[in-house]
């Protein structure tokens, strides 16, 4: 059976848990269709206890930065993208989607502690909650839309549903690839009789210099400000071209 509030009102009512489910199935990059999700579970959400719309603790997002973005992100701290998911495991963060991707100048990884104002849902919050599993294990059994969704994701993604906006300041990782090993090895002092040794060694410890991988929290920040930099010298050169013009 349902739960039912004090209000003899459904805590977890069949809407709740397909809009729910329908935004774990996820929308393939759409972002049209994000957005429709969003604003079905942003609707549902609101009549939630507050404490499933609470999150005191950090959070992550993995997010593939492209040239287009750089201004919003870096230059001014707040790019907004509405309603999307985060992370609280680090590690999950991480590996989503891969570390690279072509089309991408970088994946990022944002930490962030959200507002009280960018909480929409903490999924992990509903799902230590005894009526809400019950509640999803009825809708199963109805076979609710987008019931498989659901029951498939739990909280296996450690997933909160944020407004919150992404800021440059707060990414801890920056991912990409490393030069190629000569260059490496130049900038580890390697002498070139050395390198075959070196190679061959750091393969059979499992470990390829060459593969993707991310920064350190400082060497990302580190990144950050060369690009605030270069990225402020060239809207300065514009400005003065224009001027002269």
Same mark, same amino acid.
């Given at each position: 059976?349902?739960?039912?509030?004090?209000?003899?009102?459904?805590?977890?009512?069949?809407?709740?848990?397909?809009?729910?489910? /329908?935004?774990?199935?996820?929308?393939?990059?759409?972002?049209?269709?994000?957005?429709?999700?969003?604003?079905? %579970?942003?609707?549902?959400?609101? #009549?939630?206890?507050?404490? #499933?719309?609470?999150?005191?603790?950090?959070?992550?997002?993995?997010?593939?930065?492209?040239? $287009?973005?750089?201004?919003?992100?870096?230059?001014?701290?707040?790019?907004?993208? @509405?309603? *999307?998911?985060?992370?609280?495991?680090?590690?999950? /963060?991480?590996?989503?989607?891969?570390? *690279?991707?072509?089309?991408?100048?970088?994946?990022?990884?944002?930490?962030?502690?959200?507002?009280?104002?960018?909480?929409?849902? &903490?999924?992990?919050?509903?799902?230590?909650?005894?009526?809400?599993?019950?509640?999803?294990?009825?809708?199963?059994?109805?076979?609710?839309? &987008?019931?498989?969704?659901?029951?498939?994701?739990?909280?296996?993604?450690?997933?909160?549903?944020?407004? /919150?906006? %992404?800021? $440059?300041?707060?990414?801890?990782?920056?991912?990409?690839?490393?030069?190629?090993?000569?260059? %490496?090895?130049?900038?580890?002092? *390697?002498?070139?009789?050395?390198?075959?040794?070196?190679?061959?060694?750091?393969?059979?410890? $499992?470990?390829?210099?060459?593969?993707?991988?991310?920064?350190?929290?400082? @060497?990302?920040?580190?990144?950050? @400000? &060369?690009?605030?930099?270069?990225?402020?010298? %060239?809207?300065?050169?514009?400005?003065?071209? &224009?001027?002269? @013009?």
């Amino acid at each position: 059976m349902d739960a039912i509030s004090s209000g003899g009102i459904l805590k977890f009512p069949d809407t709740l848990l397909g809009a729910i489910g /329908a935004w774990q199935r996820g929308w393939r990059e759409q972002q049209d269709v994000r957005i429709g999700l969003a604003i079905t %579970l942003l609707e549902q959400a609101k #009549f939630l206890d507050s404490k #499933f719309r609470t999150v005191d603790f950090p959070c992550y997002r993995k997010r593939f930065l492209h040239v $287009g973005e750089l201004v919003a992100t870096i230059i001014e701290d707040n790019l907004h993208e @509405g309603a *999307v998911s985060w992370t609280t495991k680090l590690e999950f /963060a991480e590996e989503f989607k891969g570390i *690279v991707r072509l089309d991408a100048l970088t994946g990022a990884v944002f930490r962030h502690t959200p507002e009280p104002s960018e909480v929409v849902l &903490n999924l992990h919050a509903l799902w230590s909650d005894r009526d809400f599993v019950s509640a999803v294990e009825s809708y199963k059994q109805k076979n609710g839309d &987008n019931a498989d969704a659901l029951v498939h994701f739990r909280d296996t993604q450690g997933e909160v549903i944020l407004t /919150a906006p %992404l800021r $440059g300041s707060e990414i801890i990782r920056l991912s990409g690839t490393p030069s190629f090993f000569d260059d %490496l090895c130049d900038k580890a002092g *390697v002498v070139p009789e050395r390198r075959d040794d070196v190679w061959r060694q750091l393969f059979a410890s $499992g470990r390829d210099p060459t593969m993707p991988r991310y920064t350190t929290t400082e @060497g990302a920040q580190t990144v950050i @400000g &060369n690009v605030i930099t270069k990225i402020r010298e %060239l809207l300065a050169t514009i400005r003065e071209k &224009n001027s002269v @013009g």
